[in-house]
């Protein structure tokens, strides 16, 4: 070997080493403004405080890592969200809290949640709205991030300035595909990376996966395989890409997702005969001049400027009201039904609703009663309220306000 060969095979040795060493320290780089700009997310108030969240913070107090998984949970939020069934109050003197008269989807236990929540005042829970201390939502005014704990998985991704929206397109298919909501973030969030001198120019963007929908929340193994996708994906056109510990979002997503079904009720108020059936062509008169329109279904529900369903009317066994057939028949009862969490203005709806109950049974000579034809009289419509009062002081808590869009993303 020639003096001039060993020369040649050292200074190849040397360039691979500086490239390396360059790559690592591009990617060290990349990886702490990452870290900065998703810095939010790692907090935990959602399993604050829950004494079956204390594996999920020891996870937390650890330094992040890429990659961890956790399997698929079955049945999901589709069961008690997707599914809103017909609900009514069932009001028992003997009790003193209104868990009987917010009744639920089968898989949730009101009773359990309303004790973990503060109570909200007897006095006026409901009328006064700045009475009620309210938590802003978990916010990442620079990233779109907003929402509690657990609901985005953000992926980072460093990619060339070229990159076009054909190129983007295809890696959202790749990362995220149709297993999950996802979007890019605006790309004015982000400013391009000019480089050093003589490099290429690059382009930060962050593709946010919405970690808990109607399906239940993501698993680690499911985020997993989405960082995994990702650095594929960025490595295929020269990027780079970065996102939060996957078993962290994932114990996270449980908790939201956990949280989310105990909260996801409906409060129903029934209006009955006393004696025979309310006259049909009367109280369709009512309900019109209530404000209620028929869907195709027959359900008579009040919207507001928005579109947005504040109550749905049907008859006292959930089915609808044919507006043709009203002229000719006699109805024994009505049912209203507000769904808390997607109702906005909930606990004015709320109120609404109770104001129209009694109009209704007052027009009708009828009475406001629960689903085992018990009148539900002031004191019980109280204690309802304070109930709601109470849940929806824990949604506030988390960043959720009913009817909003970070309601409408997590419950439909």
Known sequence: MTDLQGALIVLGVLAVAAVALYNYWQERQFRRRSEKLLAGTQDDPLLAGDPQAASARAR???????????????????????DVARIEPVFDASTDDAGS??????????????????????????????????SEPRSEASTGLEGPAGLWYPVVFRLPATS???????????????RRLSDWLDPDLLAADPGEPG?????????????????????AVELQAVLANAHRAAGAVGGLATAPDPATTA??????????????????????ATSGGFAGTKLRGLIEAAGYRVLPDQTWVLADDAGNTLCTLTDGNGAGLDPAALRSQAVRAISLLLDVPRTPGTLSQFERMATQARQFAHALSGSVVDDSGRVLDEPSIARIRTQLGSMLKAMRARGIEPGDAIARRIFG
Request: proline residues 12%; contains cysteine; aromatic residues 0%.
């Open 60 to 82: 937390d107090a650890a330094p992040p890592t890429d990659p961890l998984p956790e399997p698929r949970r079955e049945p999901s939020l589709a069961d008690p969200v997707a």
């Open 101 to 134: 008269a917010i009744d639920e989807r089968a898989s949730v236990d009101m009773p359990a949640v309303a004790s973990a929540v503060p109570t909200a005042p007897a006095a006026d829970p409901v009328s006064d709205r700045r009475a009620e201390p309210r």
């Open 164 to 178: 076009d929206a054909g190129a983007l397109a295809r890696i959202r298919a790749e990362v995220s595909g149709e």
């Open 199 to 219: 490099e290429p120019a690059t382009l930060d963007r962050i593709l946010r996966i919405q970690a808990v929908d109607l399906r239940g929340p993501a698993t």
């Open 251 to 272: 114990a996270h997503a449980a908790a939201l997702h956990e949280f989310c079904s105990s909260v996801d009720v409906a409060i129903g108020l029934n209006v009955a």
